[in-house]
């Protein structure tokens, strides 16, 4: 591909601390449009990329009521019902979720947190967040598709280990038919527990969210065994655990 298309795209300032591999499948999807690939970027991370992030205005867990993705869950109820003695959180596609390690001490007391994240600038506040009050987290810039580096990462943390994926698979299987499948896979095996979430409402919460969704429904039922699902916050959280055959 012309990496001038992918220097091209990243020339509007919320794009410029994205992977170019993600960028370049962005423009594969929208045929090297330029401005089809902007759009499609931006349904998917400008969300998070207010001017205040951006400029590096926003360092407390404020930020998490600003947040289209965020703002209406309440995440001491939430991480008081899906977590029990994890020592490590692993985020993937973590967007502001960061800023809300106050309530994972609170339910955890003692856990290490990694949040990924494509969003170069989100990474940047996350660990000024977390250095300003010397918590035991880190956010890494990572592209998601890269599914080495994860397990890599993933395999070297301490147990018992679970990983986050809220509201990321529609994202995910926007970019590739069939990689969230391929994702649980290759995580499953290193982590006791996963919890995903999905939306089930529009952004603006003014109707129901129609994507239907009961392949991952199947696929889950087929190879995790289900600890608990939970509607909460206008999403769907399922809870699971690896079926080891």
């Keep these: 591909m012309d990496k001038n298309l992918i220097l091209e795209v990243k020339k ?31 349904k998917y991370f400008g969300v998070f990329l207010t001017n205040k992030v951006v400029k590096n205005k926003i360092l407390s867990e ?37 800023f809300s390690y106050y309530f994972l001490k609170e339910v955890l007391h003692s856990v290490k947190y990694l949040g990924f994240e494509a969003s170069g600038q989100l990474v940047g506040n996350m660990n000024l ?11 890494l810039h990572l592209d998601l598709f890269n599914l080495d580096e994860i397990s890599n990462i993933l395999e070297k943390q301490e147990k018992p280990r679970t990983v986050f994926l809220f509201q990321v698979i529609d994202a995910l299987e926007k970019f590739e038919k069939n990689f969230s499948k391929k994702l649980l896979l290759v995580i499953a095996p290193l982590c006791e527990k996963i919890v995903l979430s999905y939306s089930l409402k529009s952004i603006s919460g003014k109707s129901t969210f129609q994507t239907n969704r009961n392949w991952i429904k199947y696929f889950v039922e087929e190879h995790f065994q289900v600890i608990e699902e939970l509607d909460l916050f206008d999403e769907h959280f399922i809870v699971l655990s690896y079926n080891k055959k």
């Design 12 to 42: 509007k300032r919320e794009f410029t601390e994205l992977p170019d591999s993600l960028v370049e499948k962005a423009l594969f999807l929208n045929k090297n449009d330029v401005k089809s690939t902007r759009a499609f970027l931006r």
């Design 129 to 139: 967040f977390f250095a300003e009050n010397q918590f035991n987290a880190t956010a």
């Design 62 to 98: 404020g930020v998490l009521k600003s947040h289209i993705s965020s703002r209406k869950r309440d995440y001491s109820e939430l991480y008081s019902k899906i977590l029990t003695h994890e020592k490590t959180i692993i985020d993937l596609g973590c967007g502001v979720n960061g």
